[in-house]
Each structure stands twice: as structure tokens, then as C-alpha cells.
């Protein structure tokens, strides 16, 4: 009997300490192929597996199941020591889980649902100190970009800034409103019914050079011959978008060699007659693109009649101006009359009678800068005759401040006092602000 029972000792200690850890299972199977009984066969198996015996008898170690003690060697003193483990306690009944009782259960990881702010700076490094999250891991929901404000813009004054004399035409090209040679807007002679925007300022000058060919219908003798000069210098204010206000001066310049007309030869110059006029645009249809204007004039005798650069008179003018558009062509008609004050010095023996005119022309834009133009320009002067002059001219626009404009009038016919075959027209106009 105790050889039975060592042998049995001596195989329980063999598949305890088994390199290979062979299954509880199978140490019982071998056991039972060698023919021990079935209580020997349970005690070789608590002992190989101590934790087996704890699964077996909870009604001997209650809800508490304990762990066998590690014994651990002490050091130098040789004495072993023990150290228990922390009981397992069992929550809740595993009898009608699926998972085994021998694995312990993992516990579920609740997510907060509200992701943690993200802190920044201080509050960063306290939090995570504190041991807090502090990265979110939610999108932001940041406003759309239309409600961002809008970012300032600095605009700089442009090179040249006065737009205001220029208008658009069908989108293309814009036009110059730059002044005749009376001061008003317009061609080389004739008037516009267009204004400038109120507030624009224009000044500048046209200078009217020509040879004398006749003298009251008189051909000039091969010893006779002269010239004049005129350079009007005008201003031009628009008061409204409707009404602008001009004033001329003239430089007159002249110099005539007549032993048929006077006994010596005459040359003067100095400043002539001024003007003060107006004109007011009365209506603007943008249906038919028309508009209409009227206007009226004074002329002041500034100039000095003894020399002939001025009639010593005041005289009084009114006129008409319309303007169409034709796509890209610009029509204008004006009609005009002066009554002068019927001077009778040694220029004038037999007094001025009254002007009646009139001028047509229209101009092209070709581009932003060149515009062409062609007018028919006529007056009858009474008793100092009729004239008609086809002008043709081009206005060139280097920059939005300055125009510059060449005309040469040719004389169709011309009856009058100081006759020529044609003249020389060259204009300068400056616009303000």
C-alpha cells in the first residue's frame, strides 16, 4: 500500500513540474490508462492544479474565491515567505453566460459623448497636469464664409484721376468732353448739348493761324499781304450736371501790308473782346439718346477798338445746341444769332450787322484715346459777308487730363472782311477736378 502510494505521489509531482504543461484532461486520461482508481485520479489532479480545486468547492470558499499563496525566497536568511494575492470576486451570476467561468470578465469602457474643449497656452498645460484631454476630437463649427467680415481695401488715387470728362458709349469706347473754341463742350466749332459732371473744372486755348488771301472779296495784290493769329483761352465750370459756365479771352495778333487799304502798314496784338456764356441742357432722352441745350452769351468790349482787337460794343448771343447718338457716331447741330452793337469806328465804317450761324459736325471715337471729327461750320455776317468752312479735325487724349485736338478749316467760300483759303487750328484742353 505505501509503494502504491508513493508511486502515485511520485507521478502527481511529475505532470505538476511537466516542462511541456500538459492539460489537466490529459494527466487524468493517462492516469486512468495505468489503472488507478477514480479517488486517486481527483487527488493527483488537485494537486497538479491547486486553482481547480477553488473552481470546484465555492460552497466550501464562498463568493470570495482566494489564490494559493506565492512563496518567494526571503534573500540571505533562507526562510520562506508567503504573499497572498487579492481575492476574486465574482459579480453576478455566470451560470447562464456563454463565456467560461475560468476567464474573467473584461470591463466595458464608457466614452464620455461630449468631446473634451481644447485648452491652449496655460489652461493647456493645467489640464493636462490635472490628467484631461485637451484635444477635440469633434469637428468645429465655425460660422460660413459669408459672415466673415469683409477685409479693407486701401485704393490709391489713380495716376490721373478725373474721370468725369468722359462719357460711355454702347460699353466700347468713351467719349471726351473736351471744349471748342468757344469754351463750351464740344467739337473744334461746334457745341455739344452734353455737360461735364458738376464740380469738373476745363481750361485751355485754341490758337487760329491763316494767311490773308482776301480783303472784303479782293483778291491781295502780289505787294500785299498778311496774317492773323487768334488764341482764345477759355475756363469752362459745370456748375450742376446741366449747366456749365465759360469765360473767354482772346490773344489777337495780326499784321496786314495794304498800300490799296491804308497808307501804312498795320500790325497790332494784345487781348481782345472777352465773353461770359452759359449753357443749360434741357432735356436728355436716353431712349432715342438725344439731348438738347440752349444757351446765351455776352461779349464784354474788353479789347481795344483803335487797334482793331475789339469793336468797343457789347454784344448779345443765344443759340441752340442737340446731339444724337448713331451707335458710335455722335451727331450735333447748333443754330445761333448775335446781335452786336452796330459799332462805326475806322475798322468798321459801316457798322457790324448781326451774325446768324450755324454748325454741324460729328465725331468717331475710334479708340479711347483718338476720336475724328468732321464739321460744317457757317456764318452770314450782314454787310461783312458770308463764310462756310468744312472742318476736318482729330482730338487725341494721351492721358484723362489733357486733350489735344488739330483742325484745318477750309473755306468753301468766304466773302468776308479778312478772307483765306484755309486756317490752322491747334487746341490744348486740361481737365479738373
Known amino acids: 500500500m505505501k509503494k502504491n502510494t508513493a508511486i502515485v505521489a511520485l507521478a502527481a509531482w511529475l505532470l505538476s513540474t511537466s516542462a511541456w504543461g500538459q492539460s489537466y484532461s490529459g494527466s487524468q486520461l ?17 494537486v497538479a492544479d491547486p486553482y481547480s480545486a477553488t473552481q470546484d468547492a465555492p460552497e466550501y470558499y464562498g463568493q470570495n474565491e482566494v489564490l494559493p499563496p506565492i ?26 453566460s456563454t463565456v467560461s467561468p475560468e476567464i474573467a470578465q473584461p470591463l466595458p469602457v464608457i ?23 485637451i484635444f477635440s476630437q469633434e469637428p468645429l463649427d465655425l460660422p460660413p464664409v459669408t459672415t466673415l467680415p469683409v477685409p479693407s481695401r486701401t485704393v490709391l488715387p489713380p495716376l490721373y484721376s478725373d474721370t468725369m470728362m468722359t462719357v ?10 473736351a ?26 486755348f485754341h490758337s487760329s493761324w491763316f494767311d490773308l488771301d482776301r480783303v472784303y472779296d479782293r483778291v491781295m495784290a502780289s505787294n500785299e499781304s498778311g496774317d492773323m493769329l487768334e488764341m482764345p483761352i477759355f475756363f469752362n465750370y459745370a456748375v450742376t450736371d446741366d449747366l456749365e459756365i465759360i469765360y473767354t479771352i482772346p490773344i489777337v495778333d495780326y499784321t496786314i501790308k495794304s498800300r490799296i487799304l491804308w497808307t501804312k502798314d498795320i500790325s497790332e496784338s494784345g487781348a481782345g473782346d472777352s465773353k461770359l456764356g452759359f449753357k443749360y441742357r434741357v432735356f436728355d432722352n436716353p431712349q432715342y439718346q438725344m439731348r438738347g441745350a440752349f444757351g446765351l452769351g455776352f461779349k464784354f468790349p474788353t479789347g481795344n477798338d483803335d487797334k482793331g482787337i475789339g469793336t468797343g460794343k457789347t454784344d448779345f448771343e443765344i443759340f441752340t445746341a442737340f446731339s444724337k447718338n448713331f451707335e458710335r457716331i455722335v451727331g450735333h447741330l447748333n443754330l445761333g444769332y448775335v446781335m452786336t452793337g452796330d459799332p ?26 483718338v476720336t475724328v471729327m468732321a464739321e460744317i461750320a457757317g456764318e452770314d455776317w450782314g454787310e ?25 478749316p477750309i473755306a468753301v467760300t468766304n ?15 486740361t481737365f479738373f477736378q
Open 384 to 408: 461783312e459777308g458770308m463764310k462756310v468752312d468744312v472742318v476736318p479735325g482729330l482730338r487725341y487724349t494721351p492721358t484723362e487730363n489733357f486733350a489735344f485736338e488739330v483742325a484745318v
Open 415 to 429: 466773302d468776308q472782311r479778312y478772307g483765306y483759303n484755309y486756317r490752322l487750328v491747334l487746341g490744348l484742353t
Open 111 to 133: 466614452r464620455s459623448k461630449k468631446a473634451p474643449v481644447v485648452r491652449s497656452g496655460a489652461k493647456k498645460r493645467a489640464s493636462a497636469s490635472a490628467g484631461n484631454e
Open 168 to 177: 460711355p458709349l454702347e460699353e466700347a469706347v468713351t467719349r471726351v468732353l
Open 30 to 46: 493517462q492516469l486512468k490508462q495505468n489503472g488507478f482508481s477514480t479517488s486517486m485520479q481527483t487527488a493527483a489532479t488537485r
Open 71 to 96: 512563496v518567494v525566497n526571503s534573500g540571505s536568511s533562507g526562510a520562506p515567505q508567503q504573499m497572498s494575492l487579492p481575492p476574486i470576486t465574482r459579480t453576478g451570476d455566470l451560470s447562464g
Open 344 to 369: 462805326n469806328t475806322q475798322f468798321y465804317p459801316d457798322g457790324l450787322a448781326d451774325k446768324f450761324y450755324y454748325n454741324f459736325g460729328i465725331e468717331y471715337p475710334h479708340t479711347h484715346n
Open 179 to 204: 471744349c471748342n473754341m468757344n469754351g463750351f463742350t464740344g467739337l473744334t466749332h461746334t457745341t455739344s448739348a452734353d455737360v461735364s459732371k458738376a464740380g469738373s473744372f476745363k481750361m485751355g
